[in-house]
C-alpha cells in the first residue's frame, strides 16, 4: 500500500512540474480552434495514533477530482463539452470507511453564432455517481447497519435542453430554455410517483431551464468560478429543482492548490430542505490544458 502512494504520488509530482513548465501537459496538442481548461487533483491525508497521550483519532482521507471545459470554435457553431468527476473516500478509526465525494456530470452544447450575444443553442447532460452510497444506523446491540440508498444510476438524470443564450463576453453567460428531464431508477424509488400504486423507475419530466456561469482570475495564481441551475417542470413552480456551485481556486506553489468550494441544492424529491456543502482541500494538482 505504502509503495503503491509513493509511486501515484510520484507521478502526481512529475505530472505537475511539467504542466506548470509548459502552461499544461497537452498545451502543444490543443487545436488552434479549440480552447480549454482542464485539470485534474489528488488529494490524501493521513493521520496515524498509537498510544498517544494527548488523544486523537486515525483517519485517512483520498479524493480524485477531474474538471474539464473544453470548447470548439467555428463560424457557424461553438461546440462546449463540459465533464466533471469526483471520487473520494474517508476512513475513521472505530467507524470505518465512508464516500466523502462521488460524482459524475457530462454535458455537451451546441451554440449557433446568429449574433455576437444571443445565441441559440441545443444541448444534453448526463448525471450520476460511480459508487453505492449507504445510510448507517445501529441496531439494538451497538452493531452498524448499512442500507444502502443509491449507486450508478440510481439515480440517473438525463437531460435534453434546447434556448436562446446570452454571452455579453468571455466570463459571463446565461441560458433560459426548454428541458426535458429524465429520472432512471430500477431499485431505489427516485422516480418513483408517489401519488400512483404502481412503483416507476423511469420518469420524465419537461420544463424550463436556466444555467447562469460566472467566471473570473484575480491573477495568474487566483482564480473563482460559479454556476446557477434552476429547473421547473411543467406540474407547477412548487416542482423547481436548483443548485448553486462555486468554487475558488489559488496556486500555492507549481505543485499544490488550494482550493474552497461551497454547494446548495434542492431537489423536492429528494428532501424538502436544502441541501449544503463545503469544502476546504490542499492538494496535487495538474493542468493539462
Known amino acids: 500500500m505504502k509503495k503503491s502512494l509513493l509511486a501515484i504520488g510520484c507521478a502526481a509530482l512529475v505530472s505537475a512540474s511539467a504542466a506548470f513548465a509548459d502552461g499544461g501537459m497537452f498545451e502543444a496538442w490543443l487545436p488552434e480552434n479549440m480552447t ?8 490524501f491525508t493521513r493521520l496515524d495514533f498509537h ?14 477530482t477531474y474538471d474539464a471545459d473544453l470548447k470548439n470554435h467555428w463560424e457557424v457553431v461553438d461546440w462546449r463539452n463540459k465533464v466533471n468527476l469526483a471520487l473520494g473516500q474517508t476512513w475513521t478509526d472505530g467507524f470505518g470507511k465512508r464516500k466523502s465525494d462521488d460524482k459524475i456530470f ?9 449574433s455576437e450575444q444571443f445565441k441559440p ?18 441496531d439494538e446491540d451497538g452493531n452498524e447497519i448499512r442500507t444502502p440508498i443509491s449507486c450508478f444510476m440510481d439515480p440517473g438524470y438525463v437531460t435534453q435542453m434546447a434556448g436562446i443564450g446570452y454571452f455579453p463576453n468571455d466570463m459571463f453567460s446565461t441560458r433560459l430554455g426548454f428541458a426535458n428531464r429524465m429520472t432512471i431508477s430500477r431499485g431505489y424509488g427516485y422516480a418513483d410517483d408517489q401519488d400512483t400504486k404502481k412503483k ?12 447562469t456561469e460566472f467566471k473570473y482570475a484575480f491573477s495568474d495564481i487566483v482564480g473563482f468560478k460559479t454556476r446557477l ?5 411543467f406540474h ?12 475558488l481556486t489559488v496556486a500555492l506553489s507549481p505543485l499544490f492548490e488550494f482550493q474552497f468550494g461551497f454547494d446548495m441544492a434542492y431537489d423536492k424529491d429528494l428532501d424538502l430542505d436544502s441541501q449544503a456543502k463545503s469544502m476546504i482541500l490542499i492538494g496535487v494538482t495538474w493542468r493539462w490544458f
Not at 498510544?51 to 486523537?56: D, I, L, V
Request: glycine share 8%.
Open 236 to 247: 407547477g413552480f412548487d416542482e423547481i429543482d436548483g443548485k448553486w456551485e462555486n468554487l
Open 36 to 43: 480549454a481548461d482542464v485539470v485534474a487533483a489528488i488529494k
Open 121 to 138: 443553442y441545443v444541448g444534453a447532460r448526463f448525471e450520476s455517481q460511480f459508487m453505492k452510497s449507504y445510510e448507517y444506523s445501529e
Open 106 to 114: 457530462i454535458e455537451t452544447m451546441a451554440d449557433f453564432n446568429v
Open 200 to 211: 416507476e423507475k423511469f420518469r420524465d419530466e419537461p420544463g424550463l431551464e436556466s444555467i
Open 229 to 233: 441551475w434552476a429547473f421547473v417542470n
Open 51 to 64: 498510544n498517544w497521550q494527548e488523544g486523537g483519532t486515525s483517519s485517512s482521507t483520498w479524493l480524485f
